[in-house]
Every structure is written in structure tokens, then in C-alpha cells.
């Protein structure tokens, strides 16, 4: 565990102040330094501050040498400021929807929190900026993985559900295969009233933007069918 308080925020200045170009040694300090924060966050809750744009940056390149410090950029979605520059900051969108995708739960989960904080702003600027990097069609990928976790389950049909109200389903790249993979969902998790009561709504919404995606998902099915 790092001393309380200023522990975290000293190792972030470390990575802050390393250059890109710096030489062989730096992927081990990097990962020593990920590693540590990462330890004291599962101790404590605990993490560095991280609002700025060279901090992001700082951590940007991290995930080059150790891709779970991702999780690290909690503290950028904790009040609407922050949050605007964390969708400024070049590469760390990109990042947080790549982590969904990671096969370490605790990253995924991470990274679906902070998107959700992030699509819970419904700032134009901010909600472009998902758009531009496919969160909604990454999404629906990593909602197809077997054995998603329910509670990613939950976070990503917040974050399709509120992406849907805040920019329209047209604004979001989805297409009409979505529609499966949200009834997918919906079957499986048919006890969680979280799930079915945001569910339900996204898919008339999405019933309504492709037009027809319905019987076209039927008539899919019943070819799949033996004898029809």
C-alpha cells in the first residue's frame, strides 16, 4: 500500500514526466509503476488525480507497456469538466472502448463505468465524440462475448438506452443485427428487471430506426429452422 494521499499523485507525476523517446528501462518503470497504482486502487479506492490533458496523455502511453492502466483514468470522468477532457484528450477514448473489450473483468467493468459516466453528461461535445469512436457498434461486440458479465450487461444497455435518447439510434453506426443481439440479451437476462426495463424501450427504438428490421430478424430465424 502507498502512503495515504500523496502517494498515487507523486507516481502519476513520475509517469507524467517521462518522455515517449525515453530508453529500454522505461517499460519496466512504466509497468512498476501501473502496477503499484493498480494495488493501491484495490486496497484503498484510491487514485491518482488525473484532469489534464498531459496527465491522459501520460497515461495513454502506459497502456503501450501494460494496457490495464486504462482503469487509471477514473478520476477524468468525476465532474463534467473532467469529462470533456477526457474526450479531448488524444487516444484515451479510444482506449476506454478498446478496454471493454478485455479479458480481465475488473477492466472491462472499469471501462464500461467510466463510458457510462461519460454518456450520462449529454454534453453535444462529448456525445460527438462517441460517436466518432463507434462506442455504440463496440458495444454491441462486446455484449456478444459469451458470458458477459450482468453487470456489464447493465452498463452497456445504459449506455446504448442513453446514446439512443441523446443523439438519435440513426447517429449511432448501429445496424439492423443489433436488433438480435439486444434480443439475445433480453432472453438471457429475463429476470433482471434492470435489464428488461432498459432493454425494452432501446429496442422499439431501434425497431422504429430500421424499419422492417423485425420481420427481417424472423424471417432469419425461421430459415435457420430444419424443414422450412
Known amino acids: 500500500q502507498l502512503p495515504d494521499g500523496e502517494g498515487p499523485n507523486a507516481l502519476m507525476a513520475i509517469l507524467e514526466k517521462m518522455r515517449p523517446e525515453e530508453g529500454p528501462k522505461?517499460?519496466?518503470?512504466?509497468n512498476a509503476i501501473v502496477d503499484a497504482l493498480l494495488a493501491h486502487r484495490d486496497l484503498t479506492d484510491e487514485l491518482p488525480s488525473v484532469a489534464t490533458i498531459p496527465e491522459l496523455e501520460a497515461l495513454v502511453?502506459?497502456?503501450k507497456y501494460n494496457p490495464d492502466a486504462v482503469v487509471l483514468m477514473e478520476?477524468?470522468?468525476e465532474n463534467p469538466v473532467n469529462c470533456v477532457t477526457l474526450s479531448d484528450a488524444p487516444g484515451a477514448l479510444e482506449?476506454?472502448?478498446e478496454g471493454m473489450d478485455s479479458k480481465?473483468?475488473?477492466v472491462q467493468l472499469a471501462c464500461m463505468n467510466m463510458l457510462s459516466s461519460l454518456v450520462a453528461q449529454n454534453d453535444p461535445a462529448i456525445n460527438a465524440r462517441l460517436c466518432e469512436v463507434d462506442l455504440a457498434p463496440a458495444i454491441i461486440k462486446a455484449l456478444e462475448q459469451p458470458d458477459a458479465p450482468e453487470d456489464a450487461v447493465q452498463n452497456g444497455l445504459y449506455c446504448l438506452a442513453a446514446l439512443?435518447?441523446?443523439v438519435g439510434v440513426p447517429a449511432m453506426g448501429l445496424n439492423k443485427d443489433a436488433l438480435k443481439t439486444l434480443q439475445d440479451l433480453l432472453n438471457?437476462?429475463?429476470?433482471?428487471?434492470?435489464i428488461l426495463d432498459t432493454g425494452a424501450p432501446l429496442m422499439a427504438a431501434l425497431n422504429e430506426a430500421f424499419a422492417g428490421g423485425a420481420e427481417a430478424l424472423l424471417e432469419d430465424r425461421l430459415q435457420q429452422v430444419p424443414g422450412l
Not at 26 to 30: E, G, L, P, S
Open 61 to 63: 502511453d502506459a497502456c
Open 188 to 194: 438471457e437476462h429475463n429476470a433482471n428487471p434492470y
Open 164 to 166: 439512443a435518447d441523446n
Open 95 to 97: 482506449l476506454i472502448v
Open 104 to 106: 480481465t473483468p475488473g
Open 75 to 77: 478520476k477524468a470522468v
Open 26 to 30: 522505461k517499460a519496466q518503470v512504466v
